[in-house]
């Protein structure tokens, strides 16, 4: 299946709020599409319903936080093979599966793959509205922790061969002397690098690089 997805980031509108939220709901019982949107736009909660998997994929995701709601059993494409095309996107949207046809390895099976939740109906609308709540609290902040990643991982590029070198070292726990005599050079050499990384990397103490040096995997 083709999808016209793409990568997803944090996004803050001008006033530094987050986007409203979005549900997506996946369902062939226009009843339960129907019923589904009133409950979540009684609270608040935009909404978008889709009748299958295939016409699901034809939807651009737009960047705000969001969750999916995934009925199991789907005419064509399957909840869990939708699920799959989602992860082999790199799609990290949070799913909530539902179901009429629970079973115990099925439902283990979506669990494994990262769904959030798995609710046999009838379900209560409050047991619904409490997994999307949470599934929409992730998600805002995944896209938190993206958009810092992605801002590090820019002011990063500035960084020289011998600045990250030093890095792995400070990351690992190093004093400056070990890794002066790791990479043959004098201590105060390193710590020159060291200085000079921070800056460029707007590290405002020694335990905020050494959550950027995490966060880049050095």
Known sequence: ????????????????????????????????????????????????????TSEFLGYSLPDRPSCLVLDLRLPGSSGLQLQAVLGEQGVPIPIIFITGHADVLTSVRAMKAGAL??????????????????????????????????????????LTPREIDVLRGVGRGL?????????????????????????????????DMIRKIELLGL
């Open 1 to 52: 299946m083709a999808s016209g997805f793409h990568s997803v980031a944090a996004q803050l509108d001008t006033a530094g709020a987050k986007l409203a939220s979005l549900v997506l709901v996946v369902d062939d019982d226009p009843d339960m599409r129907s019923s589904l949107t009133d409950l979540f736009l009684s609270v608040g909660l935009d909404t978008r319903v889709f009748a299958s």
């Open 117 to 158: 939740d798995f609710l046999p109906k009838p379900f209560r609308d409050q047991e619904l509205l409490d997994a999307v709540n949470d599934a929409l609290r992730r998600d805002a902040k995944r896209r938190v922790g993206d958009r810092e990643l992605g801002k590090i991982r820019g002011l990063a590029e500035q």
């Open 175 to 207: 004093l400056s002397k070990q890794i002066a005599y790791e990479l043959g050079i004098s201590e105060i050499t390193v710590k020159m690098h060291r200085s000079s990384a921070g800056r460029k990397l707007n590290a405002i103490s020694v335990a």
